[in-house]
Every structure is written in structure tokens, then in C-alpha cells.
């Protein structure tokens, strides 16, 4: 009876840990579950200039011309402001640069202005994966650093990697994947699964923590950028 008795205490213990288990997925999966930004036909929900924005092939593109050129950089926005999330997507750049704005703000509704935390890319060597504060505070992050931001704006830097070893995996002129993770006040940047930078920022005067996400064509020399697989799970 006895041996009887503990059989079953058992029996429930392991059932109620598989229903809290199979509870706690369930909600993983809820929390990590993946939303496309681009439908891969045209721009719903993208607001932008689009003489230099148009989709091609299941791309994005962003393109200056002899005949489209622009004197300042302009933005694609998406609609929706996002806070604490994962953002993955593909990209191709072809002369110039670019970036992909996150937790920004709209500054000309009308020329499609935008500033704040830009995930960088160019088709240069130097500046791909850095963190860029578009109208603020410049480079707060160069490639291969972990930075903390005080509050005062002063950084503690280490070099975690050389630059040069990022560039050394990055595909000039092909497609490279690229994730942004912000939670909080932490900022990381990989490109083809190699971080690129760490940052904390404490600086609570200038710092986001939620805003919008637009794609930059930036003014300058004639370019082409591609993206594609634009793709964003919110975090808890």
C-alpha cells in the first residue's frame, strides 16, 4: 500500500512538471516568435521617397542616380515602434552606405528625416557593424568594441576584436546577414554571426529605449542597397 502510495506521488510530481514545462515553451515560443516587416512584393506599411525606394526581385531597394540624387540622407520607415526586440535581416550593398535605423524618431515627416541608433554598412572597410547615433552623438561604438556609456556620456572601451577580423568575414558586393539586439539599455550587432559590438548605454538624457525602424540610402557617391528576409521577434 505504502509503495502504492508513493508510486503516485511520483506520477503527479512528473505530470505537474511536464505541464509547467510544456507551459513555459508554449510561452518561449509566443515570446520568440517572428514577425516579417516586408512581404516581399511591395512597400505596405514603409514609408519613404520613392524615387530612390522600390522593390525588385523580393528586395528592398534603396538607389541614387545621376538622374535621383539626393543632398541629405533619407530614410524608409516602417510604421510600427518597437522596444526591447531581435531584429535579423539580409542586405547587399553596392557602393556608398547605409545603415538600419532602430528605437529612432522621425524628424521631417516630410522629407523622411530620421535620427537615432544606426546599425551600420557600407561598401567601404571601416564602418560596417559599428553603432551610429544619426543626429546625436556620432559613432558610440566603433567595430570590435564593448562600450559602456556613463551617464555623464564619458565610455569605458574594450577591444574585444580587431576590426580587420570583421571586415576579414564580411561579403563585399553579396549578401550578408545581419541581427541587432536591444534589450534594454544593452545594444549588440552581429554580422554574419559575429558580433560586431556590445554596448550599455547609461546615458539616460540621450538613450531610447522604443522608437521606430527605417532603412538609410545615405547622400553621396551613386549606390544600391538591397534588403530582404527583414524579419523581428520581440523580447520579454
Known sequence: M?????LLVVTIALFMTSCDSSKKNSEEKSIEKKTSLFNGSDLTNWQGDLRIWSVEN?????????ENKIDKNTFLIYETTFSDF???FKYK??????GVQYRAKVIDK?????????A???AGINYSGILYEEKGRGIIANRG????VGEDGEKTIHQFVKSEEIQAIINMEDWNEYRIVAKGNHLQHFIN????IDVTDNEVAKRTSSGIIALQVHAGPNMEVFYKDIMISLKP
Open 120 to 122: 551600420d554598412m557600407e
Open 86 to 88: 531581435e531584429l535579423t
Open 93 to 98: 550593398i553596392i557602393g556608398g552606405n547605409s
Open 145 to 148: 568594441e564593448q562600450v559602456v
Open 2 to 6: 505504502q509503495i502504492k502510495s508513493i
Open 110 to 118: 516630410e522629407t523622411f528625416v530620421v535620427g537615432g541608433y544606426q
Open 193 to 196: 554571426g559575429h558580433k560586431t
Open 58 to 66: 523580393g528586395c528592398i531597394v534603396g538607389r541614387t542616380t545621376d
